[in-house]
């Protein structure tokens, strides 16, 4: 049993990327698939299938590089952290992207802030 499936999704993209693999599949859970949706969104994979038991993510490239160059869990089951809506970081001075669980669901944080809401800050992407 996993301890941390969110940590678990993010280090299988950063597998699948270092490996230059097309696609990885994970683990399926709402959760993910939130995270999974706000990534093709905001450009950072190409797309997302769900299946019966998982989630399909088809990786994005350009130039043969990968699009994601980091991924770190912020909020992690050992020290959760949770930010206002004033307090929600920008990553890499606004070259990536923060997300959040909020009372609104899990958003990415230009949306919480839009929404002015905070929440619990899972993970960044850059």
């Not at 270092?18 to 706000?38: D, F, G, M, Q």
């Not at 989630?55 to 912020?74: H, M």
């Not at 990553?91 to 949306?111: D, P, Y």
Request: charged share 25%; aromatic share 4%.
């Amino acid at each position: 049993m996993l301890t941390d499936p969110i940590a678990d999704m993010l280090t299988r993209i950063r597998n699948a990327h270092l490996a230059l693999h097309k696609e990885v599949s994970v683990p399926r859970s709402k959760i993910k698939e939130s995270i999974a949706a706000i990534l093709k969104q905001e450009g950072y994979i190409e797309d997302v299938a769900t299946e019966e038991a998982e989630i399909k993510i088809s990786l994005k490239y350009f130039k043969g590089k990968p699009v994601i160059s980091g991924l770190k869990r912020v909020s992690k089951p050992g020290r959760r952290v949770y930010v206002g809506s004033t307090d929600i970081p920008k990553v890499q001075n606004g070259l990536g992207i923060c997300i959040l669980s909020t009372s609104s669901g899990v958003l990415a944080g230009t949306q919480a802030r839009d929404r002015k809401v905070g929440g619990e800050l899972l993970c960044e992407i850059w």
